[in-house]
């Protein structure tokens, strides 16, 4: 049936101006198949190095275990607070760090300034914020150069929608190019 496709379709190239039809025209190979072609090996390719920065032990854990599940992601470090978060992100380099606002000796905000101003990284704030004040700090961390905020999980989400959310953010910001950002 392949054959009678393509003789079709070298008769109407023919009929419409004497062109040749492209599989003749040696830029598609007719008998080239999807499994012919290199696609670079998804086992081979570079990981997203991810550092994950939170002080509650729950929620540590539970990002932990999403992000690690995930094929495409490696984390390389964790941390408890704002000030060993810093030191690590100049420390590991990570491709994505993921933040929480409420931090012991660090808040969000001074973590995410100080970040962006001396080893600029895409920042996923993760936070639980709700009231109007801790709400203002996230967004004064957006301003400082924090490239998306997401709510932590509540433990009622329906079919994973939220360890979704969290993967798929952390994969599209980690191919975001952050410059120098000093306050």
């Known amino acids: 049936f392949g054959d009678l496709i393509g003789c079709r379709r070298r008769q109407v190239a023919r009929t419409t101006g004497g062109r040749k039809c492209v599989c003749h025209q040696g830029r598609v190979r007719p008998d080239a198949t999807a499994s012919n072609h290199s696609y670079p090996d998804r086992l081979s390719m570079k990981k997203i190095r991810v550092l994950v920065v939170e002080d509650a032990l729950t929620i540590l854990k539970r990002i932990l275990e999403v992000l690690g599940a995930d094929p495409e992601i490696d984390i390389v470090g964790e941390a408890e ?5 810093t030191e690590l992100c100049e420390q590991l380099r990570p491709d994505v ?36 004040g801790d709400l203002f700090k996230t967004f004064d961390a957006l301003a400082a150069g ?17 360890e979704k959310k969290l993967v798929a953010t952390v994969k599209f910001i980690s191919g975001i190019k952050v410059i120098t950002h000093p306050r």
């Open 81 to 85: 607070d704002g000030k060993r978060g």
């Open 97 to 132: 760090v993921t933040l929480d606002m409420m931090l012991p000796n660090m808040n969000g905000l001074a973590a995410t300034e100080f970040i962006m101003a001396y080893c600029p990284t895409p920042i996923l704030i993760v936070s639980a914020s709700t009231n109007r």
């Open 146 to 162: 924090a490239l998306e905020a997401l709510d932590k999980p509540k433990g009622n989400e329906l079919d994973n929608d939220w």
